[in-house]
């Protein structure tokens, strides 16, 4: 069975300041989804990736993938308390159902003034 | 509002019972999946159905059950219900089976509370 794991699962930063968030997986994958969950909220997709080498950006969120690691980060730049919120990584095994997805634990972030 | 509808939203039930969870998929979307979210195992995938037949099965229960009707909604059949089923259950669609860069759409969740 794939198994992802995400680290850190708990994460405090002050506003400005920048991290990353890592998610390993142990078998081949052919997607990676990063997904935002607020509390008690439903998860909102953030990005898809598809290939090695492959990097999303959305504001101060940047995402990527290395195939060959079984690696995906994302980088949080400058961050600001909108972004406070559980970060989830998913992978989906070479292969199979788009919807088959296997998920980390979750990034909670938390971002002070 | 992302387009798929789960209801009810919150449900509070005894051990030994037996709770319906209902969804219905974003429009046009074919694919139906369920997810189990718990504090012990985290987001679990349970079932998917599509176009009303099931295509993967995850780690569901044999006390749990599924179906897709031929309208495209979905329902999640509980029973013999425990205190570990206690959990936040997510119904997710896609318009395909497959293809990766299609992403899952989420709905709320239904809250299921077993005292």
């Known amino acids: 069975e794939l198994k992802v794991e995400q680290n850190p699962l708990f994460l405090s930063m002050q506003e400005g300041k920048n991290y990353t968030i890592y998610c390993n997986y142990s078998t081949t994958s052919d997607r990676l989804y990063w997904y935002r969950q607020d509390p008690g909220k439903s998860l909102e997709s953030l990005f898809v990736l598809l290939s090695n080498g492959a990097v999303k950006q959305e504001g101060r969120l940047m995402a990527s993938l290395d195939t060959k690691a079984r690696l995906s980060t994302l980088h949080i730049t400058a961050a600001v308390h909108d972004l406070s919120a559980t970060y989830f990584c998913?992978?989906?095994?070479?292969?199979?159902?788009?919807?088959?997805?296997?998920f980390g634990r979750g990034t909670q972030l938390t971002v002070w003034p | 509002d992302s387009g798929v509808t789960q209801t009810p939203k919150h449900l509070i039930t005894a051990t030994g019972q037996r709770v319906t969870l209902r969804c219905s998929p974003r429009s046009g979307d074919l694919s139906v999946y369920w997810y189990q979210q718990s504090l012990d195992q985290g987001l679990q995938f349970l079932i998917q159905y599509y176009n009303g037949e099931e295509r993967a099965k995850g780690n569901i229960l044999e006390r749990f059950s599924a179906q897709q009707f031929p309208d495209l909604h979905s329902e999640l059949n509980l029973s013999s219900l425990e205190l570990g089923d206690s959990a936040l259950y997510f119904c997710?669609?896609?318009?395909?089976?497959?293809?990766?860069?299609?992403?899952?759409?989420f709905g709320a969740g239904s809250r299921l509370t077993v005292l």
């Open positions: 998913a992978v989906g095994a070479r292969g199979s159902t788009l919807g088959r997805l296997y």
């Open positions: 997710a669609s896609s318009p395909r089976q497959y293809s990766g860069a299609n992403v899952l759409t």
